[in-house]
């Protein structure tokens, strides 16, 4: 079985609780207004790597305490992420989900495979990109009608703790120059950041 990627890192901490893997898909049909990531939504683009592959990537890379999949949307490739999910809960980490649609959409559909990937998923972040209600106060999310759905008793500690958590930005730089960003904050901080009159000054 086999996912149509767009990016993957071994470990992170701007994606989801603690240190994690982190795999954004490729292809998206939500195409919200505003989308951060519109290279994402092209579902003929990205790379095509196993499950299997990447199961053994996160499991021999990095010590980490889960996965988060996100996008892209990860419900357009649900099955393959459930599968790839199940392995992960079966080594005993834990399994991050964004998704574009809302949890209530995806548990009246008829389409197993997206039951599949809730049940491996033990928290669920869900809606749209809404750009009217952008809003960074809340980690990995960047608007306020984003909902945290604590799905397993994995991470119930953080429903009272998630406020007083910071958002953050990880910013890497490769030997040959690229500058890599992941992580969430509002486009006047990246807008500063990567403004070279400011850097210079
Ligand atoms: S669901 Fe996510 S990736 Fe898709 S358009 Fe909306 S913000 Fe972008």
Redesign the pocket.
Known sequence: MFLNIHRFLSVTKAEGPGKRACLWVQG?P???IG?A?PE??DENGGQKVSVEELAERILNGPDVEGVTFL???PFAQAKPLAALGRLMKNAGLSVVTFT?YVLEEIQKSTTKEWHELVSVSDLLIDG??RRELADFSRPWVGSFNKRFHFLTPRYQALKTEIMAMPNRLEIRFTPNGLVLVNGMASSTILDELFDYSLVRE
């Open positions: 998206c939500i195409r919200c989308c990531v994402t939504w996008g892209g949307e574009g749209p990109y």
